[in-house]
């Protein structure tokens, strides 16, 4: 935890444009999600499940219960209400930067029992302070954006740890009912989204991070983007058509990954005879052909976008297809409006294990009929991970900040592994283009007059 030397302004469209009381519900309601949603995702497994690392890409399980709750001390104990550390020489351990994920089962990490015990303490502090805390004053405090910030933070750490279970062996210890089934999607291919300006970024969501700040005015070419993400069974095809073994549609970084990886399909796929199967939090299953594809990393969405005659959208596009209604050049929340999410709207939560197939949630979909922006899978676009006009880092550069440049893609939407309070319309995630390990797929656009 760092600067905070911006703690003093305040978003001017945010102050008394929300009730008081009602962010102050939001943040309690948020945070016992969060945690309920921790203890189901530790709670699960035997002591040995948690202090192991399940692979070099991820933390033991025990270390991000504990981070969870170092951070909220940090934040909601120490910087919003003045207390003295409770644990002071345990912050080296759990400081992200200071300790890359291989690392971390060296460390002398609190054991499962302590951890547990130090986070329900964390918490129980932390729900007092938030019931005295006056929501203005500081940015920190301002519309209850540290609480909200925190709750985001667990719920990021959640679907971590969802992931972790993913590449964790062993029989599988999460259940969770499937989406509905729907009938075969029989909409248009793709949409097409007009030109003109739209206004991209917030400064009025009242816990938006950082990255998402400042809005501004994007001028966007008319595109066109698919209506529904890429399915296993589309991707299959371009398996079938020899896509992993012609450097025609991959990038040279991608090609020389794709050969140096021995990459042939999703990551968790594997051929058995003429059909796919799958490994998914602990149970084999055939490929379901109507689902978005998922454990992709951004060359392998890349490619299969050239293969299509196509490309990845870029972010600016992403979110205008997401957020803006023609009707009245209006700039929304959500696809569907401003209305916070529901079932009906979006597979958000980890309510399910799984994406739902594609053309479900007819109430989530745009004006312009794109269905699936939000929730299911993680969608790359081309962009990479820059700041926008006016960028301020708070409150500390190490959330963003360090991220910026080349070396980052900009995912959008969510995942069926994310909470609805770390997924908005504005909301950017952003990772490395080798990873897939983490929930993510792709829709494909073109220009139009390509």
């Known amino acids: 935890m760092t600067d905070l030397t911006d703690n003093t ?30 203890m189901l995702l ?52 759990y400081d992200a930067f200071e300790h890359p994920r291989a690392e971390r089962p060296s460390l002398p990490l609190l054991p499962p029992r302590e951890a547990r015990r130090y986070a329900a303490d964390v ?40 992931i972790t279970h993913q590449l964790r062996k062993g029989p599988r210890v999460l259940t969770a009912p499937d989406p509905e089934p729907v009938p075969l999607f029989t909409g248009p291919a793709e949409v097409l ?5 739209f206004t991209m970024g917030t400064s009025s969501e009242p816990w938006a991070l950082d990255n998402e700040r400042p809005a501004h005015r994007r001028e966007v070419d008319p595109f066109h983007i698919d209506t529904t993400p890429v399915t296993n069974g589309a991707y299959q095809a371009f398996i079938e058509d020899g896509g992993y073994d012609d450097p025609r549609w991959w990038t040279p970084d ?36 109507h689902e978005p594809v998922l454990h992709v990393c951004w060359y392998e969405a890349d490619a299969y976008a050239r293969w299509a005659g196509r490309r990845l ?28 999410p529901t079932p009906e709207h979006a597979n958000l939560g980890q309510r399910h294990l799984r994406p739902a197939p594609a053309g479900s949630y007819p109430a989530g979909e745009s004006p312009l009929g794109v269905r699936q922006l939000i929730g299911d899978v993680w969608e790359w676009t081309s962009s990479d991970f820059t700041p926008y006009p006016g960028f301020k ?48 797929g792709f829709r494909t656009a073109r220009s139009e007059n390509v």
């Open 123 to 162: 918490r129980g502090r932390a729900l007092d302070v938030l019931e005295g805390t006056a929501f203005g004053g500081t940015r920190l405090t301002e519309a209850g954006f540290a609480f909200g910030m925190i709750a985001q933070h667990e719920q990021q750490h959640d679907e971590t740890m969802l």
């Open 393 to 440: 880092a708070f409150p500390y550069k190490e959330y963003s900040e360090v991220f910026f440049g080349p070396e980052h893609k900009v995912l959008r939407g969510g995942s069926f592994a994310v909470d609805a309070v770390a997924c908005r319309g504005t909301f950017r995630n952003w990772d490395l283009p080798i990873r897939r390990q983490i929930f993510s």
């Open 313 to 340: 959208p870029t972010e600016t596009e992403w979110e205008k297809a997401a957020r803006h209604d023609p009707a009245g050049d209006r700039t929304m929340r959500y696809p569907w409006g401003d209305a916070d």
């Open 254 to 289: 991608g090609w020389a990954h794709v050969r140096r990886n021995k990459l042939t399909a999703p990551l968790f796929w594997r051929r058995d005879g003429r059909q796919w199967l799958r490994r998914r939090f602990g149970e084999t299953e055939v490929v379901p052909p």
């Open 193 to 197: 989204v007009p030109g003109g300006p």
């Open 42 to 93: 530790t709670d699960c497994v035997e002591g040995p499940d948690l202090t192991a690392q399940h692979s070099p890409l991820m933390s033991p399980l025990v270390w991000d219960l504990a981070h969870i709750g170092n951070q909220e001390e940090q934040w909601l104990l120490r910087a919003v209400a003045g207390q003295e550390a409770i644990r002071p020489e345990i912050d080296t351990l």
């Open 9 to 38: 302004a305040t978003d001017t469209a945010v102050v008394g444009a929300v009730d008081t009381e009602v962010l102050r519900e939001r943040a309690v309601a948020s945070l016992i999600t969060a945690r309920e949603r921790t």
